[in-house]
């Protein structure tokens, strides 16, 4: 079969020198939209992943925080608990005393003696820089030597086998003052028990706003 060839006049060849100007006005035309392409969608990624790890950090942050306090709470509830009963069957405070006109006395460390006639102690140790504020316990050695008061000094009458009753990894005892012994005339001491506890040291320097600390009052008269 013959082929029909089909005349071409001069008119529709491309001009020769606007050639190279063609295939660099495509190539041109091509990667310039290809780069903006690339830009808009990398924005549009930047933004979506600045959004969600925002979320992501509250979410986990929000998280971390709520467990913290509720650590607080179930530690310091035990605490006040163990402590209440104690107060509450002792025989006598032994200090702070109140003395009169007095009518109450405070301090970090409380000191009772037990119906069978032994001391039990409680010490607030204040936080530093790197450790946890914590409330100790142990049994001072009654001495004849001693005054009362003397076991209210930790320098005097050091701890001996104290254990801490608080967490001293997950959270810190913050307060100032600890204890408030009430004495009326012809009355049984009260006992007032204030402590706030808050994340441990290494949790405050986790986070950078401030977190929120939980407050223990009670008040506990001996029977």
Same mark, same amino acid.
């Given at each position: 079969?013959?082929?029909?060839?089909?005349?071409?006049?001069?008119?529709?060849?491309?001009?020769?020198?606007?050639?190279?100007?063609?295939?660099?006005?495509?190539?041109?035309?091509?990667? =310039?939209?290809?780069?903006?392409?690339?830009?808009?969608?990398?924005?549009?990624?930047?933004?979506?992943?600045?959004?969600? &790890?925002?979320?992501?950090?509250?979410?986990?942050?929000?998280?971390?925080?709520?467990?913290?306090?509720?650590?607080?709470?179930?530690?310091?509830?035990?605490?006040?608990?163990?402590?209440?009963?104690?107060?509450?069957?002792?025989?006598?405070?032994?200090?702070?005393?109140?003395?009169?006109?007095?009518?109450?006395?405070?301090?970090?460390?409380?000191?009772?003696?037990?119906?069978?006639?032994?001391?039990?102690?409680?010490?607030?140790?204040?936080?530093?820089?790197?450790?946890? =504020?914590?409330?100790?316990?142990?049994?001072? &050695?009654?001495?004849?030597?001693?005054?009362?008061?003397?076991?209210?000094?930790?320098?005097?009458?050091?701890?001996?086998?104290?254990?801490?009753?608080?967490?001293?990894?997950?959270?810190?005892?913050?307060? &100032?003052?600890?204890?408030?012994?009430?004495?009326?005339?012809?009355?049984?001491?009260?006992?007032?028990?204030?402590?706030?506890?808050?994340?441990?040291?290494?949790?405050?320097?986790?986070?950078?706003?401030?977190?929120? &600390?939980?407050?223990?009052?009670?008040?506990?008269?001996?029977?």
């Amino acid at each position: 079969m013959n082929k029909i060839k089909l005349p071409i006049s001069n008119d529709q060849l491309p001009n020769p020198k606007n050639v190279g100007h063609l295939i660099f006005d495509i190539g041109h035309s091509q990667s =310039g939209f290809t780069l903006i392409e690339a830009m808009v969608t990398l924005v549009i990624v930047g933004v979506i992943g600045l959004i969600l &790890t925002g979320i992501l950090s509250n979410g986990f942050n929000g998280g971390v925080k709520t467990q913290l306090i509720g650590n607080i709470k179930q530690n310091g509830q035990v605490v006040f608990n163990k402590m209440e009963n104690s107060i509450k069957f002792a025989q006598g405070v032994v200090c702070p005393m109140v003395v009169s006109p007095a009518t109450s006395q405070s301090g970090q460390v409380l000191v009772i003696q037990d119906k069978d006639g032994n001391l039990l102690r409680y010490s607030y140790i204040s936080p530093t820089s790197t450790t946890n =504020g914590k409330i100790l316990q142990d049994a001072p &050695t009654i001495t004849s030597s001693l005054v009362a008061s003397d076991y209210c000094n930790l320098t005097t009458v050091p701890l001996t086998n104290a254990i801490s009753l608080t967490d001293t990894t997950n959270i810190s005892v913050i307060n &100032t003052t600890i204890f408030t012994v009430y004495q009326n005339s012809g009355a049984k001491p009260i006992v007032d028990i204030n402590m706030d506890m808050g994340p441990s040291i290494t949790a405050k320097n986790v986070f950078s706003e401030q977190l929120p &600390t939980v407050n223990f009052k009670t008040k506990v008269q001996l029977k």
